[in-house]
């Protein structure tokens, strides 16, 4: 019998991904690599999450141990990449609109869930995939500049066999397969904040959050820092320090893709926004991790209020430390975009500079969200295509860039009816109660939260 390998979570699978962690963050690890090398661990992650076969018991036990060790060596970026509300502020400029708050136009939070669900889907089947293998499966296709869904049609054998579609997306995400909007964690996280805004209110808690996961999120769509901090919940483990006992995830992506419901109900007040995505993403994630939600979740707030992105970006950038990592590379997006004409060549070039980090790190896609963003100058298709053209964690970054330019939009008429019409207006979940919703329902949903808040 086959063992089952759950991805993730197993101490001989996490320790090359915290070594990795280590060296990003500035502590010095090398002994604990040299010991773990010696006992015939590798300092490699492994890209699926789990390792093939499973580690013998003597050296899981030795994975646990260094992952302890590991934990107890401070960062010295600590000062400058905080974690706790108060220091961020202390740290930050956060800027108000001049008119903050508002009821939440429902026209503009339908284009904002559909755009969040139309840039996932475009982004699904090259999600995983190398940089240049993404341009290649595009432009073998005539689609590249991306412009449409990508497709299989007129797609070569040779290519297809170098640059195989994303397994599980491409059934439900290439053109010619898109029948409604197929599950994904990019949705199902904003189905998990509109329900905990309908349970616990803009007051919430992180340990709120905490139950509600337990009650209603199923375990197996939980992935990388989220499914370590799951796992410690149910080991006793209680918030915060789920997002830090043997998570070495607790910076990447995951609680960016949760922040789009803590924009949209708070329209025209960026600062509420992002103490409440702080809120939220401290279950799971640390400094940059959490700093990615804020920075989107106050960038997705003004973009309801003021209809300029690049006052969406300048709102969310003071939202985070200026001296943390994230920082200086929505700093380095914005500016790249802003100085080349050729987004092919932005996107080169931050793939040098941050190329190091792992691709669902929060840094390197913060960036080129804010890349994508500065250079479409507020188009629909050009935000969307951009963000997912230019690699790394492509549905994510589709489905955040494509919520902003929704709510830009204004309205689900302004979205292309080819983005918009092949999701027939039907979302599939696993999260209970809302498997086939619509969007416009969801709009609705939503609003009532925003009059609440």
């Known amino acids: 019998m086959t063992p089952l390998r759950v991805t993730w979570v197993q101490p001989e699978d996490l320790i090359a991904h915290e070594l990795r962690q280590a060296t990003e963050d500035g502590r010095d690890a090398t002994g604990i690599a040299s010991r773990w090398k010696a006992a015939g661990g590798t300092t ?13 018991p003597p050296l899981r036990a030795l994975a646990i141990r260094l992952l302890d060790e590991l934990a107890e060596i401070p960062s010295p970026l600590a000062t ?13 400029s956060p800027r108000r609109s001049p008119e903050s708050g508002g009821v939440g136009e429902i026209h503009a939070l339908h284009a904002a869930w559909l755009g969040r669900a139309v840039g996932c889907l475009l982004g699904k089947p090259v999600e995983k995939l190398p940089l240049d293998g993404i341009r290649q499966l595009a432009r073998a296709t005539g689609n590249w500049p991306l412009t449409s869904w990508f497709t299989a049609r007129g797609l ?12 599980r997306s491409a059934p439900t995400s290439l053109a010619e397969n898109i029948d409604g909007m197929p599950e994904d964690d990019d949705l199902n996280y904003p189905l998990i904040g509109l329900l905990l805004l309908q349970r616990h209110g803009p007051a919430f808690t992180t340990t709120d959050v905490a139950r509600l996961w337990l009650d209603e999120l199923p375990a197996g769509r939980t992935f990388t820092a989220e499914r370590v901090a799951y796992r410690n919940l149910l080991d006793g483990i209680e918030p915060p320090r789920t997002a830090t006992h043997r998570n070495p995830f607790r910076e990447w992506i995951g609680a960016t893709i949760r922040a789009d419901i803590h924009g949209w109900t708070h329209p025209g007040d960026p600062v509420a926004a992002a103490e409440q995505a702080h809120r939220d993403a401290v279950l799971t994630h640390t400094a940059n991790g959490v700093y990615g939600a804020m920075f989107a979740a106050a960038a997705i707030a003004e973009a309801a209020h003021v209809k300029d992105v690049h006052a969406c970006l300048r709102a969310g950038l003071s939202m985070v430390p200026p001296r943390s990592r994230l920082a200086e590379a929505v700093r380095l997006g914005i500016q790249l ?3 080349e004409a050729d987004f092919n060549l932005v996107v080169d070039q931050l793939h040098t500079a941050l190329g190091a980090y792992h691709w669902v790190h929060a840094v390197p896609n913060a960036a080129l969200l804010a890349a994508a963003l500065t250079h479409a100058d507020g188009d629909f298709t050009g935000s969307i295509c951009l963000a997912v053209s230019g690699g790394w964690d492509t549905d994510s970054n589709g489905a955040t860039a494509g919520s902003i330019a929704g709510l830009l939009a204004g309205h689900p008429d302004a979205l292309p009816a080819r983005w918009t019409a092949p999701l027939k207006n039907r979302l599939a979940t696993t999260v209970a109660g809302f498997d086939g919703v619509g969007f416009d329902t969801l709009a609705e949903l939503t609003q009532r939260e925003v009059r609440r808040a």
């Open 44 to 56: 490699t992650p492994f890209p699926g999450g789990a390792s093939t076969p499973p580690a013998p």
């Open 80 to 92: 400058r990449e905080p974690t706790d509300l108060p220091t961020i502020r202390s740290l930050g």
């Open 337 to 339: 975009a802003h100085d």
């Open 156 to 167: 070569p054998e040779e290519l297809a066999a170098a640059y195989p579609w994303n397994r």
